[in-house]
């Protein structure tokens, strides 16, 4: 019985990962950072690097994104205030990545809190596509 479950996940993730990236590559904003980008290919490994990589240009009580978001994208993070944050993963917050506006207006702030300065658009690619796998 075990084993039969474990072909099952093994099955079910086989199908649902490539499921996952071609949510991530139909997203219009997504396609939007691309076209800025010049073409360049996303990846979720840079962007999960991003995601918890320490800095010093920023803010020092923020040097990654993990000091307020948590390590896991899938948990709920907590502002400096104490107020609670919606988890970044789209398995978790579907209706995070939705709106352009909003989504450029956090990477505007956050990344200049966190690294000193705006993300490049692959930078921003790649932590979508991060964020859109998890």
């Not at 944050?85 to 978790?92: E, T």
Request: glycine share 8%; charged share 25%; with cysteine.
């Amino acid at each position: 019985m075990k084993k039969q479950n474990i072909i099952f996940a093994a099955l079910f993730a086989s199908l649902v990962m490539p499921l996952s990236m071609a949510m991530a590559a139909s997203s219009p904003i997504l396609d939007e950072i691309k076209k800025q980008a010049g073409g360049v290919e996303f990846s979720a490994e840079r962007g999960k690097t991003l995601f918890s990589q320490k800095f010093t240009g920023g803010k020092p009580d923020t040097p990654s994104c993990t000091s307020c978001h948590g390590k896991s994208p899938q948990n709920t993070g907590k502002t400096r205030a104490g107020k609670a944050i919606a988890p970044m993963a789209v398995s978790k917050s579907p209706e995070r990545y939705t709106d352009a506006k909003k989504v450029a207006k956090w990477f505007r702030r956050n990344c200049r809190t966190v690294l000193g300065r705006e993300c490049t658009p692959t930078e921003k690619g790649d932590f979508l596509t991060y964020m859109m796998s998890q």
